[in-house]
């Protein structure tokens, strides 16, 4: 099974998100494949972690 990755972003008000999310899955498949799914997904705010910080990476699932 191909692998999935999910990406959680906060655009700015202003933002063209249809062309953020082309832009986005564009340079993942140009740097993993074009078997890799690619699920864009636009939140309010980042998850944060006890400390405040935001993770760059969450979970790392290779695809079985």
Known sequence: APATLRVSLVPARDEDRQEVEREIRTRLHDRFGASVTVEVGFVEELER???????????WRPAL
């Open 49 to 59: 972690t006890q400390g405040g910080k935001t993770l760059a990476v969450i979970a």
